[in-house]
Each structure stands twice: as structure tokens, then as C-alpha cells.
């Protein structure tokens, strides 16, 4: 069974606080792994993937990623958020990016003034 | 580039009754996805199609859900004998032939069956 999961619902930091948005996936074979955001009511908008090459991805709006084989893990981070971060991140894997996308339960990051 | 555009934004329905949802992927995209949205759930396959010709339907209901792309600007997602337990946002997503290409979601589709 392939699954994605993303350990906390919710996560809360203050503006300007840096943070990371936890995924672990559970895939046989070659993975592609890949973060979104959604804005409340909106559509799924991509942020960055990973195939190969090297681990730490780079994103959209200063967020990157690290993939590790050893840990199945692809977590997202960013330095210093703002308040426009608020908003659901969905962690997604696929066997390969033609295919489908299994999306985690998405992580809740509300940023304070 | 509009973007994936779907239709329509909100729809209510009484049990019993048929919902058809609309998507136009973006132009020049070759895959068309189906997903489903709910807060129980999260993000559900539903299917998808490449060059108009269905691939994938393993996250289709059986009974009461299909789906077509009969031409390259738009696919259709179909519920028959709506039940409340269908409401959801619908999301459709295309992407280009690209094998490592990014997903572009429309808005979404909410589905109130009353």
C-alpha cells in the first residue's frame, strides 16, 4: 500500500519564525515527491518537487525541501514566514509523475502577526 | 493562461439527482486528473486520462460516477442518483506530457447534495 502522511494537522509559529512541515511516504521503486498549497477555497498550487538529484529542492517563495531515502521522508521548510504562508500544505507522492498523485492529509500552518 | 477552468464554482442538489461537473485544462496540457476534496477524507484519486483516452479510473465509485474527455478542451465528471455523501469539492488538474511535470488545479467543484 502506498501511503503519504503528514504527522501534524496544525502548526502555528509568529511571523518571521522559520518552519518545517513533516511528510513521510511509504513507496516501493523510484519515487517522485512533490509539496502544494491551498489558500482557503482555492485550488491546489505546486511548490516544488523532487526525482532525483540532489536532495534539497528549491521552491516557489523561499521554501525547499529535502528528500531522504533513509528516513522515507520529504520534508518542507522555510526560513522566515509570513503571514501570506497561512494556508493548507499537501505532501504528494507518485511511481512517477505521469501517474497519479497520492496526497498526504495536509498540515494547517496558521503564521501570527 | 486562464488556468484550469472548472464549472460550475457551486452546485446544490436534491438526493436523487444528477450532477454533471465541467473542466477545461489548460491548452496544450495532455493529462487530465479527478480528485476529490472532503475534510473526512482529504484528497482522493478519483481518475485521470492522457491524450483524451481514460488511463487510471481505479478511485471511480463504480456505481453512479463516470467520467469522459471527449475532446482535448474539456472532461466531464458525471454523478448519477446523487447521495449526501457525495458532497465534496471536486478538483481537476492538468499537466503537460512532461514525465516530472507539476500538477495545475482548478478552483474546484463544491457538490451540496441536500
Known amino acids: 500500500t502506498q501511503t503519504v502522511s503528514q504527522s501534524d494537522a496544525h502548526v502555528t509559529v509568529f511571523e518571521g519564525d522559520s518552519v518545517e512541515l513533516r511528510c513521510n511516504y511509504s513507496y516501493g521503486g523510484s519515487i517522485y515527491l512533490s509539496w502544494y498549497i491551498q489558500h482557503h477555497g482555492r485550488g491546489l498550487q505546486f511548490l516544488l518537487k523532487y526525482y532525483s538529484g540532489n536532495p534539497v529542492v528549491q521552491g516557489v517563495n523561499g521554501f525547499e525541501a529535502e528528500f531522504s531515502k533513509s528516513d522515507s521522508s520529504f520534508h518542507l521548510r522555510k526560513a522566515s514566514v509570513h503571514w501570506s504562508d497561512s494556508a493548507v500544505y499537501f505532501c504528494?507522492?507518485?511511481?512517477?509523475?505521469?501517474?497519479?498523485?497520492?496526497f498526504g492529509g495536509g498540515t494547517r500552518l496558521t503564521v501570527r502577526p | 493562461n486562464a488556468g484550469v477552468i472548472q464549472t460550475p464554482r457551486h452546485k446544490v442538489t436534491g438526493k436523487g439527482q444528477e450532477a454533471t461537473l465541467w473542466c477545461e485544462p489548460i491548452s496544450g496540457h495532455s493529462a487530465v486528473f479527478w480528485y476529490r476534496q472532503t475534510i473526512v477524507q482529504g484528497l482522493e484519486f478519483l481518475t485521470y486520462f492522457r491524450n483524451q483516452a481514460p488511463i487510471d479510473d481505479s478511485g471511480m465509485p463504480k456505481e453512479r460516477f463516470s467520467a469522459q474527455m471527449p475532446n482535448q478542451s474539456h472532461s466531464t465528471l458525471k454523478i448519477q442518483s446523487t447521495q449526501p455523501q457525495d458532497s465534496a469539492v471536486y478538483l481537476c488538474?492538468?499537466?503537460?506530457?512532461?514525465?516530472?511535470?507539476?500538477?495545475?488545479f482548478g478552483e474546484g467543484s463544491k457538490l451540496t447534495v441536500l
Open positions: 504528494a507522492a507518485g511511481h512517477n509523475a505521469g501517474a497519479k498523485l497520492t
Open positions: 488538474a492538468s499537466k503537460t506530457g512532461e514525465s516530472t511535470g507539476q500538477l495545475y
